[in-house]
């Protein structure tokens, strides 16, 4: 499988946007799918993902309210819609996909896009 992130930019804080994650090559339809994080000098974390099992979507207590992450099978991708964002979360954002449901450890996932940056001005 392989992912391609899109979406990052410049937004302003309490305003939105809205990565996407394409998958290609096999379908991640039976995947659980997530949105990791990785700002500079720090560890990547977990942000939110969604099972292929109905579909659960589960987050960060950090992001929780703010963040919204769907999946559309259809067109094999995943997306983050991303509310009243802080200058905390500015990071390189990576969409990852693993066969364990609900899995929230890095070393679970197995297959990983490139970052996309979210700047976020105060």
């Known amino acids: 499988v392989q992912l391609q992130a899109s979406g990052g930019g410049l937004a302003q804080a309490g305003g939105s946007l809205r990565l996407s994650c394409a998958a290609s090559?096999?379908?991640?339809?039976?995947?659980?799918m997530a949105w990791f994080r990785q700002a500079p000098g720090t560890e990547r974390e977990f942000v939110a993902g969604?099972?292929?099992?109905?579909?659960?979507?589960y987050y960060s207590d950090s992001v929780k309210g703010r963040f919204t992450i769907s999946r559309d099978n259809a067109k094999n991708s995943v997306y983050l819609q991303m509310n009243s964002l802080k200058p905390e979360d500015a990071a390189v954002y990576y969409c990852?996909?693993?066969?364990?449901?609900?899995?929230?450890?890095?070393?679970?996932?197995?297959?990983w896009g490139q970052g996309t940056e979210v700047t976020v001005s105060s």
């Open positions: 990852a996909a693993t066969r364990k449901i609900l899995a929230r450890l890095q070393g679970q996932y197995t297959e």
């Open positions: 090559g096999r379908t991640v339809s039976t995947y659980n």
């Open positions: 969604i099972s292929w099992v109905a579909y659960s979507p």
